[in-house]
């Protein structure tokens, strides 16, 4: 894989200076959104509050992120301020709302929202959440992979890198039935594999996979924990699979699972984390009590980041170490005055 100029800076965007992934996701909507709303017993959450939630995620988690993922809808109008320009910004595409069919789930865009748009406010990557199972009908999983395709695509006519995470959700036919943003009890780790193979392709044009663990976070012991080397082949199949830089996700796990996820990732070659819930929910707990919220984020949530910080540079993959990027695929090119007449303009 040789990096274009725009995608190479995306990614040295996202990593700090050693090439490791520190990221914060600030983007969640109805994990966010429903608590609130069941607190004031309404359908829907008033906009102030998420918003200034996530405008306090952004102010009170950002010294210890390498980057941080907003959405449009609250996170940026309220919360970009706050953003130091020291830090990446990775924005989402991907809505929230998202289409129930019998033969599985349908993920879609924001409206009035796109990579062009988020290239031209200075977003440093694009991200892109997509339910996938591979036991789905045809008719979606054509669905997905060509919603996919387009963002791709998109990404690489805009030069801007393509962070991609991948969900398995639940089938009408499986026990655990859940639409809530977390970890689907039960998942196949085959389920979780085949869809990270389908979408290495080259066609799909991903660029960094944010990734959910391949075993339920409650049964991943952590290296060097009883059991650890029966459970770490399947993360090392995951990296092989995967192709590229990588990271994990928290989807929901509590802090100690997924610190345990981690040291089984970074012994597979992940190059970091991307995770939210796993840092901030405890603090979210006491809402609406604002000072509680903001004391909790500044001490255990940074604190517990700090640890993870440490465990990353320990552990983890440089990104550009990744054998993808052979003889110099993760260095600027051309190095020369060439430079301006090869490379293209997006907007043309």
């Given at each position: 894989?040789?990096?274009?100029?725009?995608?190479?800076?995306?990614?040295?965007?996202?990593?700090?200076?050693?090439?490791?992934?520190?990221?914060?996701?600030?983007?969640?909507?109805?994990?966010?959104?429903?608590?609130?709303?069941?607190?004031?017993?309404?359908?829907?959450?008033?906009?102030?509050?998420?918003?200034?939630?996530?405008?306090?995620?952004?102010?009170?988690?950002?010294?210890?992120?390498?980057?941080?993922?907003?959405?449009?809808?609250?996170?940026?109008?309220?919360?970009?301020?706050?953003?130091?320009?020291?830090?990446?910004?990775?924005?989402?595409?991907?809505?929230?709302?998202?289409?129930?069919?019998e033969g599985g789930r349908l993920s879609l865009q924001i409206?009035?929202?796109?990579?062009?748009?988020?290239?031209?406010?200075?977003?440093?990557?694009?991200?892109?959440?997509?339910?996938?199972?591979?036991?789905?009908?045809?008719?979606?999983?054509?669905?997905?992979?060509?919603?996919?395709?387009?963002?791709?695509?998109?990404?690489?006519?805009?030069?801007?890198?393509?962070?991609?995470?991948?969900?398995?959700?639940?089938?009408?036919?499986?026990?655990?039935?859940?639409?809530?943003?977390?970890?689907?009890?039960?998942?196949?780790?085959?389920?979780?594999?085949?869809?990270?193979?389908?979408?290495?392709?080259?066609?799909?044009?991903?660029?960094?996979?944010?990734?959910?663990?391949?075993?339920?976070?409650?049964?991943?012991?952590?290296?060097?924990?009883?059991?650890?080397?029966?459970?770490?082949?399947?993360?090392?199949?995951?990296?092989?699979?995967?192709?590229?830089?990588?990271?994990?996700?928290?989807?929901?796990?509590?802090?100690?699972?997924?610190?345990?996820?981690?040291?089984?990732?970074?012994?597979?070659?992940?190059?970091?984390?991307?995770?939210?819930?796993?840092?901030?929910?405890?603090?979210?707990?006491?809402?609406?009590?604002?000072?509680?919220?903001?004391?909790?984020?500044?001490?255990?949530?940074?604190?517990?980041?700090?640890?993870?910080?440490?465990?990353?540079?320990?552990?983890?993959?440089?990104?550009?170490?990744?054998?993808?990027?052979?003889?110099?695929?993760?260095?600027?090119?051309?190095?020369?005055?060439?430079?301006?007449?090869?490379?293209?303009?997006?907007?043309?």
């Amino acid at each position: 894989m040789q990096l274009t100029p725009g995608k190479l800076w995306g990614m040295r965007r996202m990593a700090d200076a050693a090439g490791r992934f520190k990221m914060t996701a600030v983007d969640q909507r109805p994990p966010i959104k429903n608590p609130i709303a069941a607190h004031y017993g309404t359908d829907e959450a008033p906009y102030d509050d998420v918003a200034r939630f996530k405008a306090l995620l952004t102010e009170t988690l950002q010294d210890e992120s390498s980057a941080m993922l907003l959405d449009p809808h609250y996170a940026i109008p309220r919360g970009i301020g706050y953003l130091s320009p020291a830090k990446g910004l990775i924005v989402t595409l991907e809505d929230s709302l998202f289409e129930e069919t019998e033969g599985g789930r349908l993920s879609l865009q924001i409206d009035d929202w796109s990579v062009a748009k988020i290239k031209r406010m200075g977003g440093d990557a694009v991200k892109v959440l997509a339910w996938y199972r591979p036991d789905a009908s045809d008719a979606v999983n054509r669905h997905q992979q060509d919603f996919v395709k387009r963002i791709g695509e998109a990404c690489a006519h805009c030069d801007i890198p393509f962070l991609f995470e991948l969900l398995v959700y639940p089938l009408a036919s499986d026990a655990h039935q859940t639409k809530d943003y977390v970890e689907l009890q039960g998942k196949k780790a085959d389920d979780v594999l085949a869809s990270v193979e389908e979408f290495a392709k080259a066609d799909y044009g991903v660029d960094v996979f944010k990734l959910e663990s391949p075993v339920n976070a409650g049964d991943v012991p952590g290296v060097g924990n009883d059991g650890w080397e029966e459970v770490q082949p399947v993360f090392d199949e995951m990296g092989r699979l995967a192709g590229r830089p990588w990271v994990m996700l928290s989807a929901g796990a509590g802090k100690p699972q997924f610190r345990n996820i981690l040291t089984h990732a970074f012994r597979a070659g992940a190059s970091g984390y991307l995770a939210g819930r796993a840092i901030w929910l405890d603090a979210f707990s006491r809402f609406p009590d604002w000072g509680a919220m903001r004391a909790g984020l500044s001490g255990e949530s940074v604190d517990y980041m700090k640890d993870l910080n440490a465990l990353t540079d320990a552990d983890a993959m440089a990104w550009h170490a990744h054998s993808v990027f052979v003889e110099g695929g993760a260095t600027f090119s051309p190095d020369d005055a060439s430079f301006r007449h090869q490379y293209g303009d997006f907007g043309s």
